[in-house]
C-alpha cells in the first residue's frame, strides 16, 4: 500500500484556519481549493464544514496523493481532485463561491499567481469570497526574521520562489474584480487575506 504523502506544516495550521473558516465559509455552499498539495486540508476542512462541496486542484503530478487522502477520509462532500496548473491547464467549467489556497504563492512563479488571480473570475459566483493563507511581505519588507529567513532560504532553492508583497497581489485581486475585506493575523507570522467578487472582468 503506498503511504499518503504528509505536511507537517498543515497540522500546524489547520485548526487556526479552520476557525477562521467557519465564518467565512458559513453561508457557501461549493469551494474550490487551488494547489490542494497533499490533500490534507482538505479533508480536514471538509469533515469539520460539511455542509460545503470542498473540491480539491493541483498540478497531476500532486493528484495520486490526494486521491489517497480521500479516499482514506470517504467523505461524500469531497468530489475526485481536478487537475489544475493555472497557467497552463482549462480552468473547471463548473462556478464556485469560494475559493481557498494556502501556501501557494510563494512557491509557484510570479507567472503563475498572476495567472491564477486572472482566471478566478470565470469561475467564481457573484460575491464569492476568496481566501488564502500564507506568509507576505508588506511594503517589501518581511513581517518578522523567521519569514525574511524563510524567504531567503526559497529564493536560494528556486530563484521563482519567493514571499510575495500584499501590495503586488492586492493588485492582481484588484484587476480581477476582486475587493480585499479582511486581513486576518494568523499563527507564525502567516495571514489569511480574504476578497470578496464585487465585479466580472
Known amino acids: 500500500m503506498t503511504d499518503k504523502p504528509h505536511a507537517p506544516a498543515t497540522e500546524r495550521n489547520r485548526e487556526p484556519i479552520l476557525a477562521e473558516l467557519r465564518a467565512l465559509f458559513a453561508d457557501h455552499q461549493r469551494v474550490l481549493e487551488i494547489g490542494s498539495g497533499t490533500g490534507q486540508h482538505a479533508v480536514f476542512f471538509a469533515a469539520a464544514l460539511p455542509h460545503l462541496v470542498w473540491q480539491c486542484s493541483d498540478r497531476a503530478e500532486n493528484l495520486p496523493g490526494i486521491r489517497l487522502w480521500l479516499a482514506d477520509a470517504g467523505l461524500a462532500n469531497t468530489p475526485a481532485p481536478l487537475a489544475l496548473d493555472v497557467i497552463r491547464d482549462p480552468w473547471p467549467s463548473e462556478r464556485y463561491d469560494a475559493v481557498f489556497s494556502a501556501n ?22 457573484p460575491s464569492a469570497t476568496v481566501a488564502i493563507y500564507g506568509p507576505f ?9 523567521s519569514n525574511a529567513a524563510f524567504d531567503a532560504k526559497l ?4 530563484p521563482h520562489m519567493g514571499l510575495r508583497d500584499v501590495e503586488a497581489v492586492d493588485a492582481l485581486a484588484q484587476a480581477a474584480g476582486l475587493a480585499l475585506i479582511a486581513d486576518i493575523a494568523m499563527p507564525a507570522n502567516n495571514a489569511l487575506r480574504v476578497w470578496r467578487l464585487v465585479k466580472s472582468t
Open 155 to 158: 529564493r536560494s532553492e528556486q
Open 104 to 125: 501557494t504563492l510563494h512557491i509557484m512563479p510570479w507567472q503563475a499567481v498572476e495567472a491564477l488571480f486572472a482566471g478566478l473570475p470565470a469561475v467564481l459566483h
Open 137 to 145: 511581505n508588506r511594503n517589501g519588507i518581511a513581517t518578522s526574521d
